[in-house]
């Protein structure tokens, strides 16, 4: 089990950018290495879906509506997680959340994910 903390939301116009970033504490007993990590979203009135994850290999995976503009990455040794978001729209307004799971593979779909954080809104508009 981890605990997971957003943070870097905020407002923005159309074409900005915005770095989401993720802190996660771990027991000294467990090892982050061994978790796949994934950024999620929620927009008022909608489900929460899956926007990005980064397998517990490094190999990194993204919905299409975000792909080219958005990128994940991690830093074990740093405790973190982050998303580089650039020329962002209207459309990726959300409640933006980062989970974690500790398995391999994917971690594509909210029902895997065991631990969550409490969200960093995204506001986009101009």
């Known amino acids: 089990q981890v605990q997971l903390v957003e943070s870097g939301g905020g407002s923005v116009q159309p074409g900005g950018s915005l770095r989401l970033s993720c802190g996660i504490a771990i027991s000294e007993h467990d090892d982050l290495s061994l978790y796949c990590l994934a950024w999620f979203r929620q927009a008022p009135g909608k489900e929460r879906e899956w926007v990005a994850f980064i397998s517990r290999d490094g190999d990194t995976r993204y919905r299409d509506a975000v792909k080219g503009r958005f990128t994940i990455s991690r830093d074990n040794a740093k405790k973190t997680l982050s998303l580089q978001m650039n020329n962002l729209q209207p459309e990726d307004t959300a409640n933006y959340y980062c989970?974690?799971?500790?398995?391999?593979?994917?971690?594509?779909?909210?029902?895997?994910?065991?631990?969550w954080g409490q969200g960093t809104q995204v506001f986009v508009s101009s």
């Open positions: 989970g974690a799971v500790r398995a391999w593979g994917s971690c594509s779909a909210a029902s895997v994910i065991d631990d």
